[in-house]
Every structure is written in structure tokens, then in C-alpha cells.
């Protein structure tokens, strides 16, 4: 059954990767389409056609499908969705699960369209009109080819949402730390709580321990609203 299972999977991204090349060439220079197979986190990339986050073949996933090994076969498409990369990028992406016969998540086909230009003339329109209302504040999404660089980031933009340094947070905001983190997928990758200890300078036994209080602490939250909508 594994190996059947191997050789289903390995088809269906076979049979993708032209479909990577062909998107891509529809839409032009402003659109990117990456194929993933979560089965390697750290090189999930196995296709890649276009540039606007500069993925490469055998780099790694992005937070993005962090989130997706986070919630398992429970995944759900995320369809165009807006975001900004960290060098500023306007990103409209969406990312479609790829799933085999048992209904296991086992990657994922992504599109990312570059609408930065397109935000420009829509906003150079609308102060034309006389329309002076301010663009929402779009959330940045890290994408990265190396897994470490990808962890680094979202440990430092949950840093910077807080106030101040791990020894200036008291409990509950180092809880939520690593709530945060968790709910973003980032220890789903292997060797995520010991990088993040590093990155906290704090010991892998201390992070397993916060990582264990916020989990349980989402849980009897959980329960809890279950408990109230019954």
C-alpha cells in the first residue's frame, strides 16, 4: 500500500509540472506557480516557472505551507489571497492542495501574481476621482528558499508584535509566542523547536515546555467555546 501510495503521488506531480510551465506562460512575467511535495519540507519545491518570489527548484516551503503541514489532511485551499513580501511586493496568490486517493495532503499547486503595478494605477485612479480612503494594511508573508531563513523570520515578526525582548515577556505573552507560532505551522518542520530556542536563546527543554502550556492552553480554549455552543 506505501509503495502504491509513493508511486500515486509521485504521478500526480508528474503530471503537474507542465501545468506549472503553462500557467505561468498564460499570465505572463507578473505571475509565478511553484509545485510542492510536503513530503521534503526543507525541498519541497520540485517546479518552479517565473520570479516573483524567487523560489528555486529544491528550496523550501513557505510559511504558507508551514500552515498547511500544521492543519494535516484538514487543509483547505486558499484562494486569492492578498499579500506583501518582505522586500514589499504586492502578492496575489493562491494555494490548492494536492491530495491522493485517501484524501492525504501530500503538496501543493501555488500562483502567485505580482499586482503591485496594479495597486499603483488603481490608487493613482482613485486620488484622480477624489477618492481619498488609504489601503488596507496587507499581512507579509515570508517565502524563502531555505526552511531556517523562513523560521527566522516568523520568529522575529512575532517578536516585533510584542513588547520587548523573551526576558521582558511575561508568561502569557511568552505563551502567545509560541501559540502564534504553532497556529502558523512553523513546528511542524523538523528541528523548528530547537532552532527556535536558539533564536530565543533559551534551552530546547524550555521551548518544548512553552510549546506544550500554549497547546494546552489552546486546547481548554477550544473546549471551552465548544462547551458554550452546545
Known amino acids: 500500500m506505501g509503495e502504491t501510495l509513493t508511486a ?19 499570465f505572463g512575467p507578473v505571475c509565478e506557480v511553484v509545485l510542492h511535495d510536503y513530503r521534503n519540507p526543507e525541498k519541497s519545491v520540485v517546479a518552479v516557472a517565473g520570479s516573483v518570489t524567487g523560489r528555486t527548484v529544491g528550496g523550501a ?22 499579500t506583501r513580501t518582505r522586500n514589499g511586493t504586492m502578492v496575489k496568490s493562491s494555494t ?5 486517493s485517501t484524501g492525504a495532503v ?5 500562483v502567485n501574481v505580482d499586482v503591485s503595478a496594479v495597486s499603483q494605477v488603481h490608487s493613482l485612479l482613485g486620488a484622480l476621482a477624489g477618492l481619498g480612503a488609504a489601503p ?24 516585533s508584535r510584542q513588547r520587548g525582548s523573551w526576558a521582558e515577556l511575561d508568561r502569557a505573552e ?4 509560541f501559540g502564534g507560532l504553532d497556529a502558523r505551522g512553523v513546528f511542524a518542520v523538523r528541528g523548528a523547536v530547537e532552532q527556535v530556542a536558539a533564536r530565543l536563546g533559551i534551552s530546547r527543554a524550555s521551548a518544548y515546555n512553552y510549546l506544550s502550556q500554549a497547546r ?3 486546547s481548554t480554549a477550544s473546549d471551552s467555546s465548544a462547551g458554550g455552543q452546545a
Not at 500515486?8 to 498564460?26: K, M, N, S, Y
Open 8 to 26: 500515486e503521488r509521485d504521478a500526480i506531480l508528474a503530471a503537474l509540472t507542465p501545468v506549472v510551465d503553462g500557467i505561468a506562460a498564460t
Open 61 to 82: 516551503m513557505s510559511e504558507i505551507g508551514m500552515r498547511v503541514l500544521a492543519h494535516g489532511d484538514e487543509a483547505a485551499d486558499e484562494l486569492n489571497y492578498v
Open 96 to 100: 490548492m492542495v494536492l491530495r491522493d
Open 106 to 110: 501530500f503538496g501543493a499547486l501555488c
Open 136 to 159: 488596507a494594511e496587507l499581512p507579509t508573508t515570508t517565502f524563502g528558499n531555505d526552511i531556517d531563513s523562513v523560521v527566522d523570520a516568523l520568529v522575529d515578526a512575532h517578536q
Open 174 to 177: 511568552r505563551l502567545e509566542l
Open 216 to 218: 494546552a492552553a489552546h
